[in-house]
Structures are given as structure tokens and as C-alpha cells.
């Protein structure tokens, strides 16, 4: 039998990681109900071995870039929980410095480009950031996520045809959880097999088990040498589900209890946790260490966006508009 791939520290990352994002997402979804976090909120929950799998083939200077359902995102790119959390409260220690809120995440310092809430209009911005690194000559690459909602917009067939005309050093990444907004994609496009729709551009596309990290991380690791030898872009089609409904507002009534407990049992944080056990990779002891240290980090970003000072008056436009002469304009 073939040894694995993936060592012991590989499932301890993927747990503390998918275990920190889940712990947020849940509490986020508590400081909701309680109106600490206003405007909409949208949950991963259930999603989180899409970005833990793509973060350990990733480099620091990659880039990644997603739509509104943004928060694991930019944790799993090392945006603080802090800064994450002050954000979703709106404070001026958020990582927009409170002017975002819970779609427009923003951290440039972990090149992490959003948090978009239009949707589909990170696409392009994807390939720009991408090919903005080609022309420098670098080769990092930059992973641009979209919703299976996303993919109905017209930008994401200009973007495809572009990027393969120019081999943009970029993975176009559809977190297919089923439903878009609230109806299924059968509902919505003849091609229910998404990553489908790359083939028309002869981009390398395939589909991939959202639910797994291991296979998350292998697909992405195929798409990642591809792109960062200079092959061009490559689209995965990650085949997910969410166990909330699509915000905070929605009571989730087009899917069936049944179908969300049997999503439930493929849990990717409790299968992780599962290997962890079955290999002997970590004791009980250590295990409930990871879980109070997430919660500490957790609790400690809620007490820090409590105590954070929500932005100045003064602020309202700054990096909003920007101020510019034209000489050509007289009075």
C-alpha cells in the first residue's frame, strides 16, 4: 500500500484551521441574532476544506481573491481574527477599517484582494491581479473563487477567453454548494457540471470533492504547478455544500432536512478529526488544546471589536474617492 502523502502535521494544520474558521463563523452567526454585527452575513460553514486545502499548497505570496462569502477566507490567508472580527462589527480596527463590513474583506499586506460584494465581479479583478504578476515577471499565482451563482454572468466567459488567450497565472476556483442564492443550478443551467464550462476555452478543468481537504489540496496542487509554470489558468469545480442557508436571513426552506444531515455526516472538520484519531496523531489532551486555544483566539477577537473605536466622522471618504486636480477644467 502506497505511503500518504499527508503527514500528521498536515491533519493538525487542517484541523486547527477548519476548526477556527467553524468556531468564528458560529459565533459570527450568534453576534448577528444579537445585532453586534449588522447588514448582511453570510456563513462557510460546512465549507472549510476548501480554503484549508488550498492553503497548504499556497504561498504567502500568492494571491487570493472571492465573492461575499469572504470571512474563512481571509483567516485561512492570515488576516488576524481580530481584524476580521472588527471588521464584521464595523470598527475602525477592522481589516477595511470598518467600512467593509462583512463582504468586503481586505488585506493587502496577506494579499488578500476580497471580499466583492457584485456578483461575479471579482472574476476579472482575478485575472488582473494575475496578470498584473505576469508582467512583473514573478511567479506567483492568484486564486479567484466564485459561487456556482457566479458562473451565469457574462464577465466570467471574457475573463476565460482572456486569461487562455494570454496564459494568466490564474485558478478560477467554483465553490459549488448547490444553490446559488436559494435554487438549484439544475434550475438554472443546462451545464450542471460546471467545471464543464471551462472546456469550451480548452482550459484544464476538472471536478473535485469539496468535502475532502486531502482532495482540495491535491487538485489544487495540480492547478498551482500548472498555473506557476506558465501554463495558464486552470478551473476547479469544488463540489461543496453549506449547512446554514445562504445569509443570516435566509430560513434555507428549498433543501430538504434529510439532504443537509447527510451532507452533515462528510463534515470535513469531523473527518479530519476522525483521521487525527484513527492514526493516533494527536492525544485527547492535545486535541482539546487545539480546541480551547481556537476558542480563546475566537473570544478574544469578539472582547477586541467590543473595545475597538468605530471610525471617525472625518474618515467617511478616505480611500473611498480620491481627490484630483484636471487642468483642462476651468471655472
Known sequence: MAKSKFTKEHYLKWYEEMLLMRRF???????????????FCHLYIGQEAIVAGAMSVLRPTDNMITAYRDHAHALGKGTSARAV??????????????KGGSMHMFDAEHRFFGGHGIVGGQIPLGAGIAFADMYRGNDSVTVC????????????????NIAMTWK????????NNNYAMGT?????????????????????????????????????ERAVNHAREGKG?????LNTYRYKGHSMSDPAKYRT??????YKSKDPVEVVLKTIRD?????????????????DIVEDSVQFSEESPWPDPSELFTDVYVQADYPFITE
Do not use: W
Not at 145 to 160: C, I, K, P, W
Open 25 to 39: 463563523e458560529e459565533r459570527a452567526g450568534q453576534l448577528y441574532g444579537m445585532q453586534k454585527i449588522k447588514g
Open 85 to 98: 472580527m472588527a471588521e464584521l462589527y464595523g470598527k475602525s480596527t477592522g481589516c477595511s477599517k470598518g
Open 145 to 160: 473563487y466564485m459561487g456556482d451563482g457566479a458562473v451565469r454572468q457574462g464577465a466570467l466567459h471574457e475573463t476565460f
Open 168 to 175: 494568466v497565472p490564474v485558478i478560477f476556483v467554483i465553490e
Open 184 to 220: 438549484s443550478v439544475e434550475r438554472t443551467s443546462n451545464v450542471t457540471q460546471l467545471y464543464k464550462l471551462g472546456l469550451a476555452y480548452d482550459m484544464p478543468s476538472e471536478p473535485v470533492d469539496g468535502m475532502s481537504v486531502e482532495a482540495v489540496h491535491e487538485a489544487m
Open 233 to 237: 489558468p486552470y478551473l476547479l469545480e
Open 257 to 262: 432536512k434529510e439532504e443537509v444531515e447527510n
Open 279 to 295: 492514526k493516533n496523531y494527536a492525544t485527547e489532551a492535545e486535541i482539546e488544546a487545539i480546541i480551547n486555544k481556537v476558542k
